[in-house]
């Protein structure tokens, strides 16, 4: 019998943010997450959503009928009741670049357990809202230094708490270099981030880093 992951969500659609923005994917969603962010924009989803067996080689099929890549985000898919999964979908599955978003919860870990010959890359999101968020995201960077799969994607909200990490992270190039440091305005809707990106890329300016736009939400795709 063929592996089976727990999804609640299966899509085709491009990525909409960051380095891979503009391919075309399947999007593979988790239910469980270990963090409840204001602006997160699946809250809903993920509470009233029922997850349903995927076998992988059926999520393999959809993937080569359309040549699509590999998004996997959530949720979490780095908490334990995932974990595996993910590993799974990213050793199993042939594909030419796979994107995993994560809050960074075990990222590391994650890491360490995906196939080397993969093409993968991790996308690290810290969520910053307070002092002792920005001693985590240390500690998880500190982790994952030198691994140049990773891209670090940071929400730009207006609070000094994240102004403080990214006036940190920017003089930090021994463990991350700043190509690889994405700054995204938030925003729930395209008239939103239309007008905080302004100020986001003035950020980028100053401190060296890319600007990543919300696609999906600003051309209106799934």
Same mark, same amino acid.
């Given at each position: 019998?063929?592996?089976?992951v727990?999804?609640?969500?299966?899509?085709?659609?491009?990525?909409g943010?960051?380095?891979?923005?503009?391919i075309?994917?399947?999007?593979c969603r988790?239910?469980?997450?270990?963090?409840k962010?204001?602006?997160?924009?699946?809250l809903?989803?993920?509470?009233?959503?029922?997850e349903? $067996?995927?076998?992988? !080689?059926?999520?393999q099929?959809?993937?080569?009928?359309?040549?699509l *890549?590999?998004m %996997?985000?959530?949720? =979490?898919?780095?908490?334990?009741?995932?974990f595996?999964?993910?590993v799974t979908?990213?050793?199993?599955?042939?594909?030419t670049?796979?994107?995993?978003?994560?809050?960074?919860?075990k990222?590391? $870990?994650l890491?360490g !357990?995906v196939?080397p010959?993969?093409?993968?890359?991790?996308i690290y *999101?810290p969520? %910053?809202?307070?002092? =002792?968020?920005i001693?985590?995201?240390?500690?998880?960077?500190?982790?994952i230094?030198?691994h140049?799969?990773?891209?670090v994607?940071?929400?730009w909200?207006?609070?000094?708490?994240?102004?403080?990490f990214?006036?940190?992270l920017t003089?930090?190039?021994?463990?991350?270099?700043q190509?690889?440091v994405?700054l995204?305005?938030?925003?729930?809707t395209?008239?939103?981030?239309?007008?905080?990106?302004?100020?986001?890329?003035d950020?980028?300016?100053?401190?060296?880093?890319?600007?990543?736009?919300?696609?999906?939400?600003?051309?209106?795709?799934v």
């Open positions: 019998m063929g592996k089976k727990k999804l609640i969500e299966v899509i085709r659609t491009w990525q943010e960051g380095v891979s923005r503009g075309p994917m399947l999007l988790f239910k469980t997450c270990n963090l962010c204001y602006f997160c924009d699946t809903v989803k993920m509470r009233i959503s029922k349903a $067996e995927h076998d992988i !080689e059926d999520l099929k959809e993937m080569d009928r359309n040549k *890549s590999l %996997i985000t959530g949720g =979490e898919p780095t908490v334990p009741k995932h595996d999964e993910t979908l990213l050793n199993e599955l042939n594909y670049v796979a994107n995993v978003e994560s809050n960074g919860f990222l590391y $870990e890491i !357990e196939k010959t993969k093409s993968v890359i991790f *999101s969520k %910053i809202f307070e002092e =002792e968020d001693e985590s995201a240390k500690e998880t960077l500190n982790k230094a030198g140049h799969s990773v891209h994607k940071v929400v909200d207006g609070s000094p708490y994240v102004e403080e990214l006036s940190w003089k930090q190039e021994d463990l991350i270099e190509h690889r994405w995204m305005p938030q925003g729930a395209r008239a939103e981030l239309i007008k905080n990106s302004e100020v986001v890329f950020l980028c300016e100053k401190y060296k880093f890319s600007f990543s736009s919300r696609d999906h939400l600003i051309f209106g795709f």
